[in-house]
């Protein structure tokens, strides 16, 4: 098919290549599916050949996505270092496994760099990765790890995705908004015009507007439709793959069929004998040749021809193919996976599914490595008892780790009750130690306690060992969280003991987490030190769980306790830590305390950014994600925005059922404000109330203060109760101007401007500066309102032009920001405002500013969901 309306974009690309002689470049090549990103990737490889090192990888649709799938495809094709280390990465090699897990996938990630930045040359490397949308977690991580080394590099990496296929919360969206914008250039495919179609139309002797019509302009569907010899328009891309297919002769038919249920390229191995109908498969255009492979030119007529077939004819060739892999040596377990499930081979499935994920597992795929358990599950039935709480208890461990803690806790619920019934004691133990840990991540801090006691009580039946240990360390912990700290460091002290006499290094490190926490929480200085080296011989030894642990727990202690150098020091370690090893559940508890620290520090649009990051995606029970929901309640509380109450609420609701004054306290504080902010002092006095009798159980100072200030100020405080932390009992106590010093020196702008709210005239005037350039129209319209009735001068708002806006964009820049969603570019915006680009460039810049976005496109997607535009 001609490049029609694609010349612009295959010029980038050429331009882009040109522009690595000083440094690596990324070209982005996004639209819907059929768009012609494949037909412009092959296009520029065919214009290049000869003066480009070409290495292309694939993503492919698998069940469940292989790991590093991509990579597999460019060590074929670069031999040498990087293909060893491939098959050594997964003990295909003769000389066995080097090595697996992250340090391997590491080594792999440098070999392929090598490559990229070897000896400068004449001929430079073009990487193209496609359909990334497809990737997995630890193919993701390959295209972060290269983005961030390419200015190093002489190379163009070209990657291809279906921006109709990712969501708002598809991890792709958080790698492509990481790369150096320096470096990229986005080239997105919009569907041809009515004039190209027609123009291709007119050329193949068809209706220009019956194709248009039906097409939409989408490239791969007008390509197939003006190839098909038959009469009329097909209503359906199945229709026209079915009809195409109708011509050819029956053993072609058969090759279509069978690639159909492979979703990727077929290896000669998998067609056998069928030479001939392969050969008349290329030559009247149903498949393609790729590479040594074949396949369908588009994943769309793949479907198509596949979900023609009936299920037992579509269920007998996906047996087939799982035979002659099977057959073959280094058989990839994923791709295994997919075609015993979709044979309905239970047997297989039962073979092949632990093993992907496992290896899922050790990449850090989590999420990969739980769905593989799960259509393990799936056909476990049968299994013995024993055989089926193994596979729900690792189910459960992943599924932990990548962030589903309910679902986690169900299949420990599930292996528990089959452990019991068998009387397996130890087995049973452990168990409970992982229902209490689940638990409590589920908000169920109850249920935990209870699990955590029994599980102690069932173990010490048997000699002392390793899991009586862990069961001491997780008492230990949940003491720790609920900021009993002596309770934290007795049972510590115990697991540790214990975990030493049997040689237990894991355990020992867990204890090691909770300990060096509960001292964190007593201001004792070398808990830091204590996680700092916790974390760096738990992620030296691969122990995940526990370095992400003691990174989390450093830096949200550090936000509670008001150390917020601290906190901001750890927190963009452990979000790397966390982001690497796909620990979804920290991550997002991590995001929602990192802005509470960018709340209190007056940052409130990346403040805003983090609480929507961590709250997208599905919903995690719990008290993990109290701080992102008070973070976003209450800035729409202060902005006078909607859906302040819903978050508020729905925070104080988790946060009591936990009972854990970490998570009580910072809900029933916002929510008291909001109560406050909207003029009822009742119920602000007893929502404040509420929480403070929970955090007088710890006596946590942060906690105290911040709710009898909150119970201060809704008239049901008259002086600040013993251990208070400093600037609190200073306002309660009347001096405010000092106590809005003490937070000025802690770098908290908004805090500071509540303390001098309380003052004179003067200081009035100061705090309404403040609330005004936060945008804060709800705490400066009391403030007005209270000096009008003290008979004080009220001063000025702000600007109409930024007023209307609560991010404090002008009417200018929210004029760039309609243009930039309707998909403008710079030079096209700075055309329709007659201004010049330089002039455009500038605007754009504080737009992403002020939404505390990286990238046009979040920007769009910021100012869609705040209702901007």
Request: proline residues 5%; contains cysteine.
């Amino acid at each position: 098919m001609d490049l029609l309306e694609r010349g612009d974009a295959l010029a980038d690309l050429h331009r882009l290549r040109e522009e690595t002689s000083g440094g690596g470049r990324i070209a982005i090549v996004c639209g819907e599916a059929g768009a012609g990103k494949s037909t412009l990737a092959h296009a520029f490889a065919a214009a290049t050949a000869g003066r480009a090192r070409l290495l292309w990888g694939s993503c492919d649709p698998l069940l469940t996505p292989r790991a590093l799938g991509p990579l597999h495809d460019i060590a074929r094709q670069a031999g040498g270092e990087l293909r060893d280390r491939m098959a050594r990465l997964h003990g295909d090699s003769p000389d066995g496994p080097a090595g697996t897990g992250l340090p391997a996938r590491g080594a792999a990630f440098e070999a392929l760099l090598e490559i990229l930045t070897g000896p400068r040359q004449r001929i430079r490397p073009v990487v193209v990765v496609e359909d990334l949308h497809w990737a997995d977690e630890a193919t993701l991580d390959l295209v972060a790890f290269l983005g961030r080394r390419l200015p190093r590099c002489r190379a163009l990496l070209l990657l291809t995705y279906r921006d109709d296929e990712i969501g708002p919360d598809h991890p792709l969206r958080t790698v492509l908004a990481g790369l150096p914008r320096s470096a990229v250039r986005r080239l997105e495919l919009p569907p041809l015009s009515a004039a190209a179609v027609a123009e291709l139309a007119r050329r193949a002797g068809r209706s220009a507007t019956s194709v248009y019509e039906v097409t939409g302009g989408n490239p791969l569907l007008v390509a197939e439709l003006l190839a098909t010899s038959a009469e009329g328009v097909p209503p359906t891309v199945r229709d026209l793959v079915l009809s195409r297919l109708s011509g050819i002769s029956p053993a072609a038919r058969a090759v279509a069929e069978l690639v159909s249920v492979v979703p990727s390229a077929v290896e000669p191995a998998v067609l056998g004998t069928r030479a001939a109908g392969v050969d008349e498969c290329l030559a009247r255009g149903v498949l393609a040749a790729l590479g040594d492979r074949v396949g369908f030119r588009h994943e769309l007529l793949r479907r198509a021809v596949e979900e023609s077939l009936s299920p037992v004819r579509r269920a007998a060739l996906h047996a087939e193919v799982l035979a002659t892999l099977g057959g073959r040596p280094g058989a990839d377990p994923a791709r295994m996976v997919h075609h015993a499930h979709h044979a309905g081979d239970p047997v297989a499935v039962l073979r092949w599914a632990p093993v992907a994920a496992r290896r899922a597992a050790e990449l850090g795929a989590y999420r990969q490595a739980t769905a593989h358990y799960a259509t393990a599950l799936e056909c476990a039935t049968a299994l013995p008892d024993a055989d089926r709480a193994g596979l729900l208890e690792a189910y459960s461990v992943v599924a932990y780790l990548g962030g589903r803690a309910p679902d986690a806790l169900s299949a420990r619920r599930q292996a528990l009750v089959l452990r019991e019934a068998r009387g397996d004691t130890a087995e049973i133990g452990v168990g409970l130690r992982w229902v209490s840990r689940l638990a409590w991540w589920t908000g169920r801090t109850a249920e935990a306690r209870q699990a955590g006691v029994r599980a102690v009580e069932v173990l010490r039946t048997l000699p002392p060992g390793r899991e009586l240990a862990m069961a001491y360390s997780n008492l230990s912990q949940l003491h720790m969280l609920a900021d009993e700290a002596g309770a934290a460091v007795e049972w510590g002290e115990r697991a540790l003991g214990l975990a030493r006499r049997c040689g237990d290094r894991e355990t020992a490190l867990h204890a090691r987490v909770n300990i060096g926490s509960a001292r964190l929480q007593r201001g004792e200085p070398q808990g830091v030190a204590e996680l700092t080296r916790v974390y760096q011989e738990a992620s030296a030894a691969g122990l995940d769980d526990h370095a992400g642990r003691a990174l989390v727990n450093l830096a949200c202690v550090s936000v509670d306790w008001a150390d917020y150098d601290a906190a901001e020091r750890a927190m963009a370690d452990v979000l790397t830590f966390t982001a690497a090893r796909d620990l979804d559940g920290y991550g997002r508890h991590v995001l929602g305390n990192r802005a509470r620290l960018r709340l209190v520090r007056g940052d409130w649009a990346a403040a805003l950014a983090d609480a929507d990051e961590a709250l997208a995606g599905h919903d995690q029970p719990g008290g993990s994600l109290i701080g992102a929901l008070t973070t976003r309640g209450i800035i729409a509380a202060r902005r006078g925005q909607a859906g302040a109450y819903a978050d508020l609420a729905l925070a104080a609701e988790r946060g009591h059922a936990t009972d854990e004054s970490q998570f009580v306290a910072p809900a029933s504080a916002a929510l008291s404000e909001w109560f406050w902010l909207v003029g009822d002092p009742d119920r602000a006095a007893a929502e404040a109330k509420r929480g403070l009798e929970v955090a007088q159980r710890t006596g946590q100072p942060w906690f105290l203060g911040e709710l009898a200030f909150r119970l201060w100020r809704a008239g049901g405080l008259g002086a600040a109760p013993a251990g208070v932390a400093e600037p609190y009992r200073l306002l309660i106590d009347g001096d405010w101007r000092q106590a809005a010093e003490e937070w000025r020196a802690r770098g908290c702008p908004y805090l500071a401007a509540e303390a001098l709210s309380c003052g004179d005239a003067d200081a009035a005037g100061e705090a309404l500066a403040v609330f005004d350039a936060f945008g804060a129209v709800v705490p400066a319209r009391r403030l007005r309102a209270d000096l009008r009735r003290r008979g004080l001068r009220v001063p000025r708002g702000p600007r109409p032009s930024t007023a209307a806006d609560p991010t404090g964009l002008t009417t200018r820049q929210l004029e760039v920001l309609r243009l930039l969603t309707d998909g403008l570019s710079n030079a096209q915006i700075a055309e329709r405002l007659t201004v010049s680009a330089k002039t455009v460039d500038h605007h754009v810049s504080a737009v992403l500013g002020k939404l505390g976005v990286a990238s046009r496109g979040r920007a769009v997607a910021a100012a869609r969901d705040r209702g901007l535009v």
